[in-house]
């Protein structure tokens, strides 16, 4: 078969650059052979480190985004919601650290996640804040919520809320007499309430969530019917009426 006369050039300038090679490897490895132990260290300075260096670092950034993507990601261990307030950035995560301190949760493997700053009105602008949270809710991604007192009593009338005398200990249950909220469910749509129930606490009191807010209205804090943390929801509350 016929080559251009430029391939059979190109072909014979490859070979003659292999060719070329194998015996610079050559001398390159009988040389080394001849170097005392402190040539050997500086040949291979001179011609190997900086090969070595780049295989390291390659395979040290290959090995970091191979780790970050298969690690386990940490799990919420507890939900919060908290409607018509807003925490201070740094009395948030001071928070969270301390309650996770509390609850005996591993920082790698738990997190305690605080939706704040959920602004619900009575003028129909809140439709996205209320979609947002219903989802939430029934997702069971809210375990404890807070609220001002017309907000809770509008979703604690929702059956929304554990009856707290079924869930506290007594000795939580009694200390927190007198701030307990009560409430009836709305079983058919307009009905008025029946029953009632021990559904939320106030905050009044609690010089712990005091210093998280700067809320003057009196908020309150239930458990959800929803919540997939019912041992961590009541030591959350225990957390704030120590």
């Known amino acids: 078969m016929f080559m251009p006369k430029e391939t059979i050039e190109k072909t014979k300038l490859d070979d003659d650059a292999l060719l070329y090679q194998k015996r ?5 490895r009988e040389k080394f052979k001849e170097l005392d132990g402190k040539g050997k260290l500086q040949f291979f300075r001179d011609y190997y480190l900086l090969k070595v260096v780049i295989v390291v670092i390659a395979a040290v950034l290959l090995g970091s985004v191979i780790y970050t993507v ?3 990601k940490p799990e919420a261990a507890l ?7 807003q925490w201070e950035e740094q009395a948030l995560e001071d928070f969270k650290t301390s309650l996770q301190d509390y609850l005996g949760l591993d920082a790698s493997k738990n997190t305690i996640e605080v939706m704040d700053a959920l602004w619900l009105n009575d003028d129909g602008s ?3 804040t209320r979609t947002k949270l219903m989802v939430n809710i029934s997702a069971g ?3 404890v919520m807070i609220a001002d007192q017309e907000q809770f009593l509008s979703y604690a009338q929702q059956g929304l809320f554990v009856d707290l005398t079924e869930e506290l200990p ?3 249950y009694q ?3 007198g701030q307990i909220l009560t409430s009836g469910v709305i079983e058919e749509e307009g009905q008025e309430p029946t029953g009632e129930y021990s559904v939320g606490i106030s905050l009044e009191n609690s010089q712990l969530y005091g210093s998280l807010t700067n809320q003057t209205e009196p908020m ?3 458990i959800t019917t929803s919540t997939k943390n019912m041992e961590d929801a009541v030591k959350t509350l225990q957390y704030l009426f120590q």
């Open 24 to 28: 610079d490897e050559k001398k390159d």
């Open 70 to 72: 298969v690690k386990p």
């Open 79 to 85: 939900n919060v919601a908290v409607v018509n307030d």
């Open 126 to 128: 809140d439709m996205a």
């Open 141 to 143: 991604m809210v375990d």
């Open 170 to 172: 007594a000795d939580l």
């Open 175 to 177: 200390k927190l007499n």
């Open 220 to 222: 309150y804090i239930g």
